[in-house]
């Protein structure tokens, strides 16, 4: 029947809402770039090096891995540029590039590829290489150290070490709109949390982000960094300023939300969300680490999968059906 | 298509119902008849041998024959013709049914038989004797024993998006289905009869004397499961039939398809379809049931090309025809056209679990985790632990995936080999 009419056959449904992973990846992307640009203002070359070496790193590891792996390449669908931008921001600006590559190398195969790519990570990739590179090479991750040779107009202590070390007291000049405008040393894109506030709001109306993870986040720091600095005002900062210093709002509105190692449901999402800022203070006030995002993150990766057993009941199932 | 908006907010999509308005309603138009008419029988699997009607056998219309010595339900003619040929037609899910190809004759000559059935007045009788009718629903549970039916409700508005077949029934033929419904509820001692409909069709739904339940126009709020928990307030899984709790669940088309039946012992032959072509706009039509849907596309001037999309219903829970020798039987809502340019492939890219999928889903099922069991093919575990079988398929899922996975695809294939697996078991138990 070579010259007959065939249709094409398919199952419904036979239209789409026209999303996609690349958009999805290219609106994160978008969002960040306000927090990059102005880290890269401040730090010049340097940043800009960092954050352009790890997006190239990360795409071509993830090219690299396609290929050895035998699978469709991916590299179009902008999760591995994504992964290398979120890691650049969390870097300092002098990361030399052998710790960038091995970063991106831990993000891509370690946080992603291992278990199978996209959507099949229980961690957050950019979280897994991030403390990877804290735990091996704690001298290149601290800010003070490494940004000490920077002079951009506003005191390069890194706050929540000062805070950590000296008390309240050490960072009591600090004023709220210097730490929103990224008058703060950090991480390229940690510190200018007007810009990543900006961005997160355009995620949450995009539909990319769920607000239930930023705000009960937010809430749960601020609580619990609350309850803290009640407890001892001298040594425990305030919450406002524990949720514009260090990765606080880059973990608010970009890294708990990472699709694959986050709940779906609400009730999941709010708890989820909280416990983040639990630990996240929790950490900072009484472990030995003065930002304790990375580790808070991580940790309520591991949760997601019970948390999200909490669900509603399916379409009438009763106890008769149980 | 139907794009998302930019800014969702998370929100769920809004997809609106076609409405119809009355200013706006267009008249049906009478298609002529066609020359050949295909009349499957998709009741249990049967293969060709031994068939009790034979190629060039002359048919009339309504005349009921039971295909086999030992078939379970007959099956009636629609048309008055010689029998061109018998043919046995695979259907999905490796479905295999005879199909008899009738050429078809004028005048239509009429078989009394149902006349007569309805002349005795018993209900069972003259709704066993309408089952046979290509594509009609069954109406044994009516009369069961055990569990009769004491509600009906009627669908006033339609399953799936673009197709507008009830609403413009409801609207052009509101005395016919008044009829039905009276003669029905003498006929069967019905308690209750309801009639869901948006609410720009309030006042034609009150004329049928049916109570009006009216129902937000928003997909997938047509869909029965959907509609029966909005009028009965409680919600009847997938896992039991509708009619096990006594709720009977007709499309107003159906009724419509009905009334010469109940009133006049008329068998009935024809029934209206939407069709939608490639630009979207929608074409009322009544059909000879048995006509090839080419002759359908024909006669309404829609051309198709090799590389076109034909979905028998609406777009998002239709079926696809591979060629266009299918007949529009009486539960053939609609047709819809899709160009080769708007044919969208799916993906094999793994779920991201953004979760869309979770909260755009009525039946509450974890979607995402679902979709990893299905991929795996571990449907007692998609079952056990997701609620597979509580599906209601709406198609919705897939509509929103960003990895575009055919999740729908998925779950249907995961309930089809669900299935296969407990008959597996059934029998060597």
């Given at each position: 029947?070579?010259?007959?009419?065939?249709?094409?056959?398919?199952?419904?449904?036979?239209?789409?809402?026209?999303?996609?992973?690349?958009?999805?990846?290219?609106?994160?992307?978008?969002?960040?770039?306000?927090?990059?640009?102005?880290?890269?203002?401040?730090?010049?070359?340097?940043?800009?090096?960092?954050?352009?070496?790890?997006?190239?790193?990360?795409?071509?590891?993830?090219?690299?891995?396609?290929?050895?792996?035998?699978?469709?390449?991916?590299?179009?669908?902008?999760?591995?540029?994504?992964?290398?931008?979120?890691?650049?921001?969390?870097?300092?600006?002098?990361?030399?590039?052998?710790?960038?590559?091995?970063?991106?190398?831990?993000?891509?195969?370690?946080?992603?590829?291992?278990?199978?790519?996209?959507?099949?990570?229980?961690?957050?990739?950019?979280?897994?290489?991030?403390?990877?590179?804290?735990?091996?090479?704690?001298?290149?991750?601290?800010?003070?150290?490494?940004?000490?040779?920077?002079?951009?107009?506003?005191?390069?202590?890194?706050?929540?070490?000062?805070?950590?070390?000296?008390?309240?007291?050490?960072?009591?000049?600090?004023?709220?709109?210097?730490?929103?405008?990224?008058?703060?040393?950090?991480?390229?894109?940690?510190?200018?949390?007007?810009?990543?506030?900006?961005?997160?709001?355009?995620?949450?109306?995009?539909?990319?982000?769920?607000?239930?993870?930023?705000?009960?986040?937010?809430?749960?720091?601020?609580?619990?960094?609350?309850?803290?600095?009640?407890?001892?005002?001298?040594?425990?900062?305030?919450?406002?300023?524990?949720?514009?210093?260090?990765?606080?709002?880059?973990?608010?509105?970009?890294?708990?939300?990472?699709?694959a190692s986050s709940p779906v449901n609400r009730i999941p999402m709010f708890l989820y969300?909280?416990?983040?800022?639990?630990?996240?203070?929790?950490?900072?006030?009484?472990?030995?680490?003065?930002?304790?995002?990375v580790f808070a993150v991580l940790l309520i990766n591991i949760c997601n999968p019970l948390l999200d057993k909490i669900r509603p009941k399916a379409f009438g199932k009763g106890a008769q059906d149980a | 298509m139907i794009k998302r908006p930019f800014f969702t907010l998370g929100k769920k999509p809004r997809l609106p119902y076609a409405l119809l308005v009355k200013e706006a309603l267009g008249t049906v138009k009478d298609l002529p008849p066609p020359g050949t008419i295909i009349l499957p029988y998709k009741g249990p699997a049967l293969t060709g041998a031994g068939l009790s009607i034979h190629q060039g056998d002359r048919i009339r219309t309504g005349a009921r024959f039971p295909l086999t010595s030992g078939a379970p339900a007959p099956f009636v003619a629609t048309a008055t013709g010689r029998v061109a040929d018998l043919s046995t037609q695979r259907g999905d899910r490796g479905r295999v049914y005879p199909s008899i190809i009738l050429e078809t004759a004028t005048p239509d000559e009429r078989d009394d038989s149902f006349f007569k059935v309805h002349q005795e007045g018993v209900a069972e009788k003259i709704f066993s004797y309408l089952e046979g009718l290509p594509g009609m629903p069954s109406f044994s549970r009516w009369f069961s024993k055990t569990s009769q039916v004491h509600t009906l409700i009627i669908s006033g508005m339609e399953r799936d998006l673009l197709i507008t077949t009830n609403q413009f029934l409801l609207k052009t033929e509101s005395e016919v289905l008044a009829e039905a419904i009276q003669t029905l509820k003498e006929m069967t001692g019905l308690e209750r009869v309801v009639?869901?409909?948006?609410?720009?069709?309030?006042?034609?739904?009150?004329?049928?004397?049916?109570?009006?339940?009216?129902?937000?126009?928003?997909?997938?709020?047509?869909?029965?499961?959907?509609?029966?928990?909005?009028?009965?307030?409680?919600?009847?899984?997938?896992?039991?039939?509708?009619?096990?709790?006594?709720?009977?669940?007709?499309?107003?088309?159906?009724?419509?398809?009905?009334?010469?039946?109940?009133?006049?012992?008329?068998?009935?032959?024809?029934?209206?379809?939407?069709?939608?072509?490639?630009?979207?706009?929608?074409?009322?039509?009544?059909?000879?049931?048995?006509?090839?849907?080419?002759?359908?596309?024909?006669?309404?001037?829609?051309?198709?090309?090799?590389?076109?999309?034909?979905?028998?219903?609406?777009?998002?829970?239709?079926?696809?025809?591979?060629?266009?020798?299918?007949?529009?039987?009486?539960?053939?809502?609609?047709?819809?056209?899709?160009?080769?340019?708007?044919?969208?492939?799916?993906?094999?890219?793994?779920?991201?679990?953004?979760?869309?999928?979770?909260?755009?889903?009525p039946a509450h099922i974890p979607v995402n985790v679902l979709i990893r069991f299905l991929e795996n093919r571990l449907y007692q575990d998609a079952v056990d632990a997701c609620d597979l079988l509580y599906c209601i398929e709406c198609g919705l899922c897939a509509y929103v995936c960003p990895a575009r996975i055919p999740i729908y695809h998925y779950i249907a294939l995961g309930k089809y080999e669900f299935a296969q697996q407990m008959a597996k078991e059934a029998a060597h138990a």
């Open positions: 029947m070579p010259d007959q009419k065939l249709y094409v056959v398919s199952h419904a449904p036979y239209c789409h809402t026209g999303s996609s992973i690349r958009a999805r990846s290219l609106d994160y992307l978008l969002a960040a770039l306000p927090a990059v640009l102005l880290g890269i203002s401040q730090y010049g070359v340097p940043a800009l090096r960092v954050v352009a070496f790890s997006i190239s790193c990360a795409v071509l590891w993830e090219l690299a891995l396609n290929k050895a792996m035998k699978r469709p390449v991916t590299i179009t669908d902008g999760n591995a540029a994504l992964i290398g931008l979120i890691l650049a921001m969390m870097l300092p600006a002098t990361t030399p590039w052998w710790a960038v590559l091995i970063g991106t190398l831990a993000a891509v195969l370690v946080g992603k590829w291992v278990y199978g790519g996209i959507g099949c990570n229980p961690l957050n990739p950019t979280m897994v290489a991030f403390a990877m590179l804290l735990l091996s090479w704690k001298g290149i991750m601290d800010f003070d150290a490494a940004l000490v040779n920077f002079a951009p107009g506003f005191p390069m202590a890194y706050p929540p070490a000062s805070l950590k070390y000296f008390g309240t007291s050490a960072v009591e000049d600090f004023t709220v709109w210097q730490l929103l405008m990224g008058q703060q040393s950090g991480g390229i894109g940690t510190t200018f949390g007007l810009g990543i506030i900006a961005g997160g709001i355009y995620l949450i109306l995009r539909g990319h982000l769920r607000w239930e993870l930023p705000a009960s986040f937010i809430a749960g720091l601020l609580v619990t960094a609350s309850l803290f600095h009640l407890a001892d005002p001298s040594k425990y900062g305030t919450p406002i300023f524990h949720l514009l210093t260090g990765s606080a709002l880059l973990a608010a509105f970009f890294l708990i939300g990472e699709e969300g909280a416990l983040g800022g639990f630990l996240t203070v929790l950490i900072r006030s009484i472990g030995i680490y003065p930002d304790g995002v | 009639i869901a409909v948006p609410p720009g069709s309030v006042s034609d739904a009150e004329k049928t004397g049916a109570e009006v339940s009216v129902v937000r126009p928003l997909y997938p709020n047509g869909n029965p499961r959907l509609i029966v928990k909005e009028v009965l307030k409680k919600a009847v899984p997938m896992t039991r039939g509708l009619d096990e709790g006594g709720i009977a669940f007709l499309g107003a088309d159906a009724l419509v398809a009905l009334q010469p039946a109940l009133t006049k012992g008329e068998i009935p032959t024809h029934r209206v379809v939407t069709v939608v072509n490639k630009g979207g706009t929608p074409v009322h039509a009544r059909v000879r049931v048995g006509t090839p849907v080419s002759n359908v596309l024909e006669a309404l001037d829609i051309e198709t090309e090799h590389g076109d999309r034909v979905v028998v219903s609406g777009p998002m829970t239709g079926r696809t025809l591979y060629a266009p020798d299918e007949p529009v039987l009486f539960d053939t809502e609609g047709i819809m056209v899709q160009d080769r340019s708007q044919v969208l492939t799916g993906s094999d890219t793994h779920c991201i679990n953004c979760g869309d999928c979770v909260r755009v889903c």
